[in-house]
């Protein structure tokens, strides 16, 4: 699914102590390189005891893991199920994934303790402060694991990330009102997960770039600083890049100089910023320009890599959203009312195709809400019966008050995935659309 991988001016400019700064959005390469990734299936955690303790971590860090990944919305995520499926049957589980996330349990312990705490209090009759000893109650538990991306077609890790993290709780009452064991370990995973999603997909950071501080004491230079800082503050960058511009060659000033460098970086023109970062650096020899210009060739490199390998190229899952609109569009009666549903469970490509279609089709043809109590029950019993019937069509189209209900779903497996896309007129039962695309 396509990212934006420029460079975004984010929350505006900031004064502290006489630097002004502007804050950027800067989208980084994942931890991981998980470029090659479309299909994956995030597998159970392997434990290292049988401990029933063991067995629900274990469950809880698959369980947020799963969640973590989906949220990134960048892979179709093949149920763990499905690979068992592939392997009982013998086949390539290449053909239908292409990475699995794996994760063990290394180790679990719990510590249960007690130790004594010297407090104060105050004694209103002696009116002076006493201490006095409590016993107070400890639970710790202490994880460590570790998970790692394979690729499916030969086994081999891409990357391995090693994970500990701890939760406690303490009481003076009594070890019965101390958080259990279980409550603790999830209160870890989540504190140890909180990046799991910069380690598999791209992410977004904001940065903040700041400009030199013009040192003259010519009064007009001034002047003209201060328009350009304002012209920053209401967010008018290229008004302000003008100025400095200006000043850097009336008066050959670094600081104007470098300003304006940076600030065409912030306005998306990061290989003009560059070259001007460059220019500066040569005629200057000043290291805060050599500095920057490492900065700014660094950030280039890396938007490229963003760009190369997580930029949707290929148009995968947007040229299907633009295939299937284009082909409804032209196949079916302009002005129809449609009910778009998915019928193939499990399968977060497709839901994420029938969202664009049905947003690409808004003005063309008239969509019922997806979100409509009635599509949602229908698709479920559609999904778990895994047939569609002419009663069904006609019951669920008139309650709708469509003329036409098109069912989505997905068919095959691997290379041979196909989306199949079948409208159907509510009123006569009959086919009038049909085509499948390839994904």
Known sequence: MKRDLTLLVSAGVLLVSCATSISVEATKLPHMDTSFIQRLAVMPFDVSDNSTLQKQTAQALYSRVSEIIASTGRFVLVSPDEISRLRYAGQNISDSVDGLFRGNIVSLIVINDSHSEIRHRYNSNTKKNEEYSVLVYDREVQLYFSYRLERARDGSIVSQVNKSASASDHNDESVSKLLPAFTLVQNAIDSSLKLLARDVAPYRVIERRILAEETTKNREVKARVKEAKAFLKEGSYRAALK??????KDTGSFASGYNAAIITEVVGDLNLAIALMSALENETGNPKAASELVRMQNTLAETRELAEKYSDTNGSAAKIIKNVSNDIAENLPSG???????????????EYVLNGVAASLVGRMVIVDRQNNTVIATEKQFQASGAVDDDSVVSIGNELGVDIIVLFSINGFGNLRRLVVKAINVETTQVVYQNQFEI
């Open 243 to 248: 100025i400095f511009a200006e000043i850097h």
């Open 336 to 350: 129809a009312k449609l009910s778009l549903m998915g019928i193939s469970a499990g399968e977060s490509l497709l």
